[in-house]
């Protein structure tokens, strides 16, 4: 009987080879996509909430206080948390929703304040008052129109924040920190604060277009913009900066008009590299939903998955033509969240019914759940 012998060519090796090369790529394309789901939305009360967050993550409370701005962030197991801004309406609500995930009379690490709108500062007042602050960060934006009767400066910032004992003020900004400075949160490298801005006085004029700013939009220009990093994951805050003019339309060349300080970040974006990388997971709106923030350039530089926007009906914010804006980047309706809930001046906006937290490992957002007192 003979023997047969099979003979294999170079050629069948290489088919062999690659086909289990792509059998390696679709078994890894398969154990991403189950390892990898979208997170769970899930509507919970305020004491349901305090118990379910996992405190091995990183949260952040987008807290509904109308047409303000209110954000609450705790990194992994509590070692370190952030305050920013706090709203100007009913702060003693703002509170108990913080008391909730940690008890009163502990420490903020850190407390920042965008700008001084009073719907921004206001409710900070409430957070010092029933927390011991560690240290405060502020632009340093000054003017003589910038409170009605000195309130900011005399209230908040002598009254209340310089009797603060112990408090590290900060305040202008870029006297400790610098534009592409990277600050470690909770003393480790995966979590961080990358500041965009730190600018402290505006223009009256815009550079480019020569549009002219009155005290309410410089005050908004002055804005901090940072990111806060969690290794693969990224918020951006960015107060209520200007990028458009409000009256122009999304149609022709108004979709993508960009100016002011959003056309400076995109600028530093996209000519200093990763230094001012506005790439994030998530992107605090700018301004409420305002028409006159959020223009394209700055929308598609930023390229979010998420968009958060905490806003009221009181100023008719957001507008129709920045959810228009928001759409043609390509974040899906479904991932736009809303502390107003879409509701207009016909319907009471009842306040903290829709606070939002996103929960996150750092490597996808994990749970976002909307928090209602």
Not at 88 to 109: A, W
Not at 213 to 226: C, I, T
């Amino acid at each position: 009987m003979k023997n047969f012998k099979i003979k294999t060519s170079k050629t069948d090796i290489a088919d062999v080879n690659m086909k289990k090369l792509i059998s390696g790529i679709i078994l890894i394309v398969l154990i991403a996509a189950v390892s990898y789901a979208e997170p769970q939305i899930t509507s919970v009360n305020l004491t349901e909430a305090a118990t379910v967050l996992d405190v091995t993550r990183l949260r952040v409370h987008f807290i509904d206080v109308g047409t303000g701005l209110a954000v609450f962030i705790q990194t992994p197991n509590n070692h370190k948390q952030i305050f920013i801004d706090g709203g100007k309406e009913e702060t003693d609500k703002m509170v108990n929703y913080v008391n909730q995930f940690y008890p009163k009379d502990s420490v903020i690490d850190l407390a920042i304040v965008t700008h001084a709108d009073s719907d921004h500062f206001y409710g900070m007042m409430k957070i010092f008052d029933k927390y011991d602050v560690k240290e405060l960060w502020y632009s340093g934006y000054d003017s003589d129109d910038l409170t009605p009767n000195g309130f900011w400066k005399k209230n908040f910032l002598t009254n209340r924040v310089g009797a603060e004992v112990g408090c590290m003020i900060k305040i202008p900004l870029n006297n400790w920190k610098k534009a592409g400075d990277v600050v470690p949160i909770d003393g480790l490298d995966d979590i961080k604060l990358l500041l965009l801005n730190t600018d402290s006085q505006p223009p009256q004029r815009d550079p480019v277009s020569n549009r002219r700013f009155d005290e309410s939009l410089r005050r908004n220009n002055a804005s901090l913009v940072f990111k806060l990093i969690y290794k693969n994951i990224s918020f951006l805050f960015t107060g209520d900066i200007n990028g458009r003019d409000l009256e122009t339309s999304n149609t022709g060349k108004g979709l993508y008009e960009c100016d002011s300080e959003e056309l400076e970040l995109v600028s530093r974006h996209l000519y200093s590299g990763l230094q001012f990388n506005l790439k994030a997971t998530v992107l605090q709106v700018p301004h409420h939903g305002g028409n006159g923030s959020s223009s394209m350039p700055f929308l598609t530089a930023i390229n979010p998955e998420y968009a958060m926007i905490s806003a009221g009906f009181d100023y008719g914010h957001p507008s129709e033509d920045t959810m228009h804006r928001l759409s043609e980047a390509g974040i899906s309706e479904s991932k736009i969240f809303r502390t107003d809930d879409g509701e207009t001046e016909s319907v009471e906006d009842e306040i903290f019914d829709d606070s939002f937290v996103f929960e996150t490992d750092g490597l996808n957002i994990n749970r976002i759940f909307r928090v209602s007192m």
